[in-house]
Nanobody, 128 residues
Framework: QVQLVESGGGSVQAGGSLRLSCAAS????????MAWFRQAPGKDREGVAL????????YYADSVQGRFTISQDNAKNTLYLHMDSLKPEDTAMYYC?????????????????????WGQGTQVTVSS
């Protein structure tokens, strides 16, 4: 049984930093696409960043490129999202997601329906 548990959210002022963590269990094989999504009130869920554990390929949404960094610690089965230079528009619920196989997410990593497993989310609030 796959379980994803996010932590690390909170409130921060604009320009600040946060690091989100996602503890994964039940992922028995390598080759998973691991991603962070976010959803603000009244908006669609959007892909923020992807890492594929086959070769650590990463992708980022244009809105976070250069400010956010996705990484993973395979020994700890943990996914991270380090967020710098946070802006009020980054305020959202952040979700960890997983799906197996590069073909499942290549070219469409930012589409939430491509992912089978989701965490419960962690809130990030950035004040101006």
């Amino acid at each position: 049984q796959v379980q994803l548990v996010e932590s690390g959210g909170g409130s921060v002022q604009a320009g600040g930093s946060l690091r989100l963590s996602c503890a994964a269990s039940g992922l028995s094989y390598s080759g998973y696409c691991m991603a962070w999504f976010r959803q603000a009130p009244g908006k669609d869920r959007e892909g923020v960043a992807l890492i594929w554990d086959g070769d650590d390929t990463t992708y980022y949404a244009d809105s976070v490129q250069g400010r956010f960094t996705i990484s993973q610690d395979n020994a700890k089965n943990t996914l991270y999202l380090h967020m710098d230079s946070l802006k009020p528009e980054d305020t959202a619920m952040y979700y960890c997601a997983a799906t197996w196989g590069w073909n499942s997410c290549a070219g469409s990593w930012y589409v939430h329906s491509q992912y089978n497993y989701w965490g419960q989310g962690t809130q990030v609030t950035v004040s101006s």
